[in-house]
């Protein structure tokens, strides 16, 4: 459940304090790690504090929970073993055989996945959308629509949807509007303030921060929806465990300064890539010139550390130069305190080949880290050559 009690603090003294109240008994004034799988009951039913079995529930992962749900505005946090293990229980709670799902036109290639592979096999039908685009959206809808998906800004080409427009679409159609909010993190984008119903994480990329941890997160605007998640989450069992929890919390607490030089770092690395003679493209909402750019500086707080480009020579220069850099590792995953380097096509989006989703050959993904941004820059410039 959400603590009310932070509810007026600012993000980074929420970060740090929201869950994370002091140890009772020893005063120690971060969550310990409760690695444990059952507790001592006062009798039959007797629990304390409600614990009886960490899959139903674990105190550091309640901790977690709690802070998740203050960062994004909601009534619950719910937190899974990873982000597609948060998103399947999402969508077999809200989805029945026969359900219809609008699906972002540029998205996570394991979201992609689950919709076209998994999910479609009992019985869910799935369209695509321009979510940036509202009469692409109102055009997927059918009377069977009961959820919109989007990913702002989109993975890997850094799309923008308007969250507001598209959650007034989704009621008026009495559908749910889920928003993964991977990218942009609670510290840059409200999603449930804007009117979407439930925000999806994926822990393991700014929100752990430091690429050491696999997770997964939703948070809901209504409680009610967050009772009947967490029903789920524990009948199905891809929880969050303890230690991750724990690493994930201390992760969140310097979420708002590391957001803060990623997106330092990515504006200088875009002002560079935009004159570079190799690059026939950037894709960052930072600029002025990207067609999601007003939207996004309206709802959020900055653009992010992620920017994608294209370059001359078409995909075989673009796997070399992801070849060629020294500071950036070439890695799929994102979010980390070290800056990655991918090619989409062949890497994080290779499952949505030949689909409405398909990616630019050509096409490079880098995570900027928060390294000294002159270094950045200097390897990126060798590695294009």
């Given amino acids: 459940m959400s603590d009310d009690s932070h509810q007026h603090q600012s993000f980074e003294t929420r970060a740090i304090h929201a869950g994370n109240t002091a140890d009772p008994q020893t005063g120690a004034v971060v969550p310990p790690i409760y690695q444990v799988s059952t507790y001592k009951q006062d009798g039959v039913g007797g629990l304390r504090g409600g614990y009886e079995y960490s899959r139903s529930a674990n105190p550091t992962r309640t901790a977690l929970e709690e802070n998740l749900a203050a960062l994004e505005g909601g009534r619950r946090g719910l937190a899974f073993a990873s982000g597609l293990a948060a998103e399947d229980c999402l969508l077999r709670t809200l989805l029945s055989p026969g ?28 369209s695509v959308a321009d979510t940036s685009d509202a009469a692409s959206v109102r055009a997927a809808l059918t009377p069977k629509t009961k959820v919109i998906w989007v990913e702002t800004p989109s993975n ?9 427009v598209v959650a007034d679409i989704a009621r008026s159609a009495g559908a749910k509007l889920v928003v993964d909010n991977t990218f942009a993190s609670p510290y840059l984008q409200q999603p449930l303030a804007l009117g ?15 690429s050491d941890v696999v997770g997964g997160a939703l948070v809901t605007a209504d409680a009610a929806l967050g009772e009947e998640l967490a029903y789920h989450q524990n009948a199905m069992g891809a929880v969050a465990g303890p230690f991750d929890s724990w690493v994930v919390l201390r992760g969140i607490k310097t979420l708002a300064v590391r957001m803060d030089r990623h997106a330092e770092n990515a504006q200088k690395i875009v002002e560079v890539l935009t004159r570079h003679p190799k690059v026939t493209k950037v894709l960052y909402p930072g600029l002025a010139e990207h067609p999601g750019h007003e939207i996004a500086a309206k709802q959020m707080r900055n653009f992010g550390g992620m920017v994608s480009f294209q370059v001359a020579g078409g995909e075989e220069e673009a796997v070399a130069v992801c070849g060629r850099t020294k500071i950036f590792t070439l890695a799929e995953s994102l979010g980390g305190v070290e800056s990655l380097i991918e090619h989409p096509g062949r890497m994080t989006h290779a499952s949505v080949a030949g689909s409405a989703l398909e990616v630019p050959a050509d096409l490079i993904r880098v995570s900027v880290g928060i390294e000294n941004a002159d270094d950045l820059i200097a390897d990126l410039t060798q590695a294009l050559g």
């Fill in 156 to 164: 890997p080409l850094l799309g923008i949807t308007d969250i507001a």
């Fill in 99 to 126: 359900d219809h799902v609008v699906i972002p036109n540029d998205a996570y290639g394991g979201t992609f996945r689950l919709f076209a592979k998994v999910v479609s096999r009992w019985g869910v039908e799935w």
């Fill in 196 to 210: 979407a119903d439930v925000v999806v994480h994926s822990l393991t990329k700014y929100m752990g921060g430091h």
